[in-house]
């Protein structure tokens, strides 16, 4: 069971260059989710879905876009790459949030390293 | 705007000490509260918390949640070299959840 997946592990970007950090889960969760963590500054939401074909803006969207088009897969696109854009990504994936708790309890990808130079 | 923050946003103790860590929250839709424990890699789950005044526990960790006053709290009791980590907090509002800053602590030998 491998849980969440993610690649590339490590990435180092050029200002300008495009390219898609790949997440895709064996669980069969309808919630997938995309944060970026900054040293000191905790997790930002950056897209989030609810299912196959349904994306929607978290905290910090802008500079990427996202889609899913599998229950599966959840892939995120950087377009044009800036230094600010320096980070950790973690994909993450829980399961139906429904009833009366609503919980997500998330479980994590390990994480992929981008550095835009 | 939802907010999640978190106090001290780091700590060093020595083994043996308590530490209480906290997290306050003003959100729309609150439906849970969860604490995450971080060491150099993926966050991984310690505490869901939904009802206010009910304890829960694991091992040295205990946590409980003040829906009224809008604030958790994670104690951790006689603390070891091996608690040492970044405590995230965070708040599941329905489809989402988001993060507290985090709290860093160091336990000295």
């Known amino acids: 069971n491998a849980g969440v997946t993610q690649t590339p592990k490590f990435r180092i970007l050029k200002i300008g260059q495009s390219m898609t950090l790949q997440c895709a889960q064996d669980?069969?969760?309808?919630?997938m989710y995309w944060y970026r963590q900054d040293p000191g500054m905790g997790l930002k939401l950056i897209y989030y879905?609810?299912?196959?074909?349904?994306?929607d803006k978290g905290e910090v969207p802008n500079g990427y876009n996202v889609s899913r088009s599998t229950t599966e897969d959840f892939p995120l696109r950087l377009e044009l790459a800036a230094p600010s854009q320096t980070s950790v990504y973690f994909c993450a994936s829980s399961e139906l949030a429904g009833g009366p708790l609503g919980a997500n309890v998330l479980t994590f990808g390990a994480g992929s390293r981008l550095t835009v130079l | 705007e939802d907010k999640v923050v978190q106090s001290p946003l780091s700590l060093v103790v020595h083994e043996g000490d308590t530490v209480t860590l906290n997290c306050s929250y003003e959100v729309t839709n609150f439906r849970s509260l969860l604490w995450y424990k971080q060491e150099k890699k993926a966050p991984t789950f310690l505490f869901m918390l939904?009802?206010?005044?009910i304890e829960k526990k694991s091992g040295r960790l205990s946590s409980i949640l003040d829906k009224k006053e809008l604030f958790s709290i994670l104690n951790i009791t006689a603390t070891q070299t091996g608690d040492s980590a970044i405590y995230l907090c965070?708040?599941?509002?329905?489809?989402?959840?988001?993060f507290g800053q985090g709290t860093e602590l160091s336990v000295k030998p």
């Open positions: 965070a708040v599941g509002l329905g489809g989402k959840l988001i």
């Open positions: 669980m069969n969760h309808n919630y």
């Open positions: 939904t009802s206010s005044g």
């Open positions: 879905s609810v299912g196959a074909g349904i994306t």
